[in-house]
């Protein structure tokens, strides 16, 4: 139930596409999901974050789909471009989560062709 | 832009020797984390710190585990007896109060 799955593992998408990422979790105590963008050797960086209570959320070309009923949420990413080849990790907290413990899907390596 | 500074970038000990990771969160921030990833696999957290005393830590945080926020401005991990497993990027991350925690860019820990 603490688990957070995301899909797919590698994702290869040309310049100009749009790349999309996928979660799934079980447990519905969490209440905040964020994802994080990690190129090689640096630390995961925070790109965009939503919440139950809204079913959409964009930052520039980043967008969050959110499913409450399926348990599912999304990022998407316009306009790819080679500079958004990274791993993107998506995460959740629990509500009654006082440490703000997050807990971090498997990745997703994107590539974006020139 | 502030950031998470971590040091060193890169520590090397041999088993069952002590280290000490240091970080220094954001200046304004009030929560305090630290997370590890093993190569090639998911960010794991360890430990959260707030009000100086942990708020949470997770099962991988035992007793070989310590964190401490010794002065103002540092925040260190400790593992007192490392074992091989233990080899991993540590990750700082602080957050103002709530969830939105900013990482570090980590210290990979190889114990040989």
């Known amino acids: 139930q603490q688990q957070v799955k995301q899909s797919p593992q590698s994702l290869i998408v040309q310049k100009g596409g749009i790349s999309i990422i996928n979660c799934a979790y079980e447990?519905?105590?969490?209440?905040?999901f964020p994802w994080y963008q990690q190129f090689p050797g640096k630390g995961p960086a925070l790109l965009i974050a939503i919440r139950p209570d809204v079913s959409e959320k964009k930052e520039g070309r980043f967008t969050i789909s959110f499913n409450k009923s399926a348990k599912q949420f999304s990022l998407h990413i316009m306009d790819s471009q080679p500079g958004d080849s990274a791993t993107y990790f998506c995460a959740a907290k629990k509500n009654n989560n006082a440490g703000n413990m997050l807990t971090f899907g498997g990745g997703t390596r994107l590539m974006v062709k020139p | 832009e502030p950031e998470v500074t971590q040091t060193p970038s890169h520590q090397v000990t041999q088993m069952g020797q002590e280290v000490i990771l240091r970080c220094v969160p954001i200046?304004?921030?009030?929560?305090f984390y630290w997370y590890r990833q093993i190569l090639g696999q998911k960010v794991e957290f360890l430990v959260s710190?707030?009000?100086?005393?942990?708020?949470?830590k997770s099962e991988i945080f035992d007793d070989q585990f310590s964190v401490e926020r010794p002065d103002g401005s540092n925040f260190t991990l400790k593992i007192r007896s490392t074992k091989l497993e233990d080899s991993a990027m540590y990750f700082c991350a602080s957050s103002v109060f709530g969830p939105s925690q900013y990482f570090g860019p980590g210290t990979r820990l190889t114990v040989l």
């Open positions: 710190f707030y009000n100086n005393e942990i708020s949470e």
């Open positions: 200046s304004n921030h009030l929560y």
């Open positions: 447990n519905t105590a969490f209440d905040y």
